[in-house]
Nanobody
């Protein structure tokens, strides 16, 4: 069982930045895909970013603005979000896909990873 705890959300104005963190309880040293997805009120969940030892991938609307990274020493996943827009407003969730050494599916598949956290709210105002 992997427990994921997100932090770093908040309220910013358009053009601002936030850095989300996701602390994992898994210290086995196993390497697998991890990512972020988000869900805005009344909308479907959507994959945002994914990272593994093979590659990183992003949804088109955040490319060039968001950066996903992972610190293996601290077992922490990050999402650096720059130039935020009102349409980025959502609850952001961290997810772990232990079945994927190298995730080759679409970014939308991150929402189906087998472990997820409780989420952290990001609100971007005009």
């Amino acid at each position: 069982q992997v427990q994921l705890v997100e932090s770093g959300g908040g309220a910013v104005q358009t053009g601002g930045s936030l850095r989300l963190s996701c602390a994992s309880s898994d210290y086995t040293g196993d390497s697998y895909a991890m990512g972020w997805f988000r869900q805005a009120p009344g909308k479907e969940r959507e994959g945002v970013a994914v990272i593994d030892d093979c590659s990183t991938n992003y949804r088109d609307s955040v490319k060039g603005r968001f950066t996903v990274s992972k610190d293996k020493a601290s077992n922490t996943l990050y999402l650096q979000m720059n130039n935020l827009k009102p349409e980025d407003t959502a609850m952001y969730y961290c997810a772990a896909g232990r079945e994927y050494d190298c995730y080759e599916g679409p970014i939308s598949g991150v929402v189906n990873f087998d472990y997820r956290g409780q989420g952290t709210q990001v609100t971007v105002s005009v």
